[in-house]
């Protein structure tokens, strides 16, 4: 139904006549069909808002965690009176929120990739506030690791959340990319190009080659491009206090392998437990990360300060 449509059978819902039965007093027949009418226009209502959120097709350029924040925000929208002004009014301050939702959808795919495998993290030391070190996670920019991708039982191919989680990752470096979608997806490859990937060839899509591994249902994903992996690293970094607001745009690569390296000593003697707490491990990982700096004399410092020269 479109929107002037929907407006105006709203405008006029209260004109509706009330008609009662002879012999029926009014009172009792008023107040339960008022309260019908009232859930009746109450529901009319949120799905006229709700056919304007799906007309922006926002489902496009989202992950679906984020699509599920912003339902569960959505229903003081769906109280408002659905008029022209608040429609342009709600989709003005929607577009206004879309950096917003964009970098929620990185973060969590920084968190999905980070609380997988210690190996698709580094542990770096954030620049001091207070004169007190933070950890920083920062993601490895040759290669991660996934699970979750098995082929369970008579199945020849990924079921349809399997492709799901390939696209939105896709998805994420397309808001990196600035694109709407890449030209080769993930789960196009594993579409129409699952025996190869089946016996083990490294294919290639927009944004990542992948290998898989269907015995235990894991895939391998190497960045084409790591400078994409280290926007990842910086705005994630800057979102959760790790790294100053006016950091440049570029990691250092020497520091980078220098945490690299410490980090690799550090992930020996705590685990993997770190990157689930890392407010309960702080103080042990700091002080394991300054004596392996110590050991090989390199700083796990990823983002030092002289990238603040660059942002100046």
């Given at each position: 139904?479109?929107?002037?449509?929907?407006?105006?059978?709203?405008?006029?819902?209260?004109?509706?006549?009330?008609?009662?039965?002879?012999?029926?007093?009014?009172?009792?027949?008023?107040?339960?069909?008022?309260?019908?009418?009232?859930?009746?226009?109450?529901?009319?209502?949120?799905?006229?808002?709700?056919?304007?959120?799906?007309?922006?097709?926002?489902?496009?350029?989202?992950?679906?965690?984020?699509?599920?924040?912003?339902?569960?925000?959505?229903?003081?929208?769906?109280?408002?009176?659905?008029?022209?002004?608040?429609?342009?009014?709600?989709?003005?301050?929607?577009?206004?929120?879309?950096?917003?939702?964009?970098?929620?959808?990185?973060?969590?795919?920084?968190?999905?990739?980070?609380?997988?495998?210690?190996?698709?993290?580094?542990?770096?030391?954030?620049?001091?506030?207070?004169?007190?070190?933070?950890?920083?996670?920062?993601?490895?920019?040759r290669r991660f690791?996934?699970?979750?991708?098995?082929?369970?039982?008579?199945?020849?191919?990924?079921?349809?959340?399997?492709?799901?989680?390939?696209?939105?990752?896709?998805?994420?470096?397309?808001?990196?990319?600035?694109?709407?979608?890449?030209?080769?997806?993930?789960?196009?490859?594993?579409?129409?190009?699952?025996?190869?990937?089946?016996?083990?060839?490294?294919?290639?899509?927009?944004?990542?080659?992948?290998?898989?591994?269907?015995?235990?249902?894991?895939?391998?994903f190497f960045p084409?491009?790591?400078?994409?992996?280290?926007?990842?690293?910086?705005?994630?970094?800057?979102?959760?206090?790790?790294?100053?607001?006016?950091?440049?745009?570029?990691?250092?690569?020497?520091?980078?392998?220098?945490?690299?390296?410490?980090?690799?000593?550090?992930?020996?003697?705590?685990?993997?437990?770190?990157?689930?707490?890392?407010?309960?491990?702080?103080?042990?990982?700091?002080?394991?990360?300054?004596?392996?700096?110590?050991?090989?004399?390199?700083?796990?410092?990823?983002?030092?300060?002289?990238?603040?020269?660059?942002?100046?």
């Open positions: 139904m479109p929107v002037e449509i929907l407006i105006h059978a709203l405008h006029h819902f209260d004109e509706i006549k009330i008609v009662v039965e002879d012999g029926m007093p009014f009172e009792e027949r008023l107040d339960p069909l008022h309260k019908r009418l009232s859930a009746s226009y109450s529901e009319l209502k949120r799905a006229a808002w709700i056919s304007v959120l799906n007309t922006s097709d926002f489902r496009k350029y989202l992950t679906s965690k984020v699509i599920k924040q912003i339902l569960s925000d959505f229903e003081p929208v769906c109280s408002l009176a659905f008029t022209e002004a608040n429609i342009y009014g709600f989709m003005q301050g929607f577009a206004m929120n879309q950096g917003d939702f964009q970098q929620q959808a990185i973060l969590n795919f920084f968190d999905q990739v980070v609380h997988r495998y210690s190996d698709n993290c580094v542990l770096y030391k954030s620049w001091k506030s207070n004169e007190k070190h933070q950890i920083g996670m920062a993601l490895q920019r690791i996934l699970g979750g991708f098995s082929l369970d039982g008579w199945r020849s191919t990924l079921d349809y959340f399997q492709k799901l989680r390939l696209q939105e990752i896709d998805r994420v470096m397309a808001i990196l990319d600035g694109k709407n979608t890449p030209q080769v997806g993930l789960s196009d490859l594993f579409e129409h190009q699952m025996d190869a990937l089946r016996n083990g060839q490294r294919l290639s899509g927009t944004y990542f080659e992948v290998r898989f591994y269907p015995g235990i249902g894991t895939i391998h084409r491009d790591q400078k994409m992996i280290d926007r990842i690293n910086i705005i994630v970094g800057k979102a959760r206090q790790w790294i100053p607001e006016n950091y440049g745009d570029e990691v250092d690569q020497a520091a980078y392998k220098s945490a690299e390296k410490v980090n690799a000593k550090v992930m020996k003697k705590i685990g993997w437990q770190v990157l689930h707490d890392p407010e309960k491990y702080e103080e042990e990982v700091i002080e394991l990360m300054e004596k392996a700096e110590l050991e090989i004399g390199q700083s796990a410092e990823m983002f030092p300060l002289i990238g603040l020269k660059k942002a100046s």
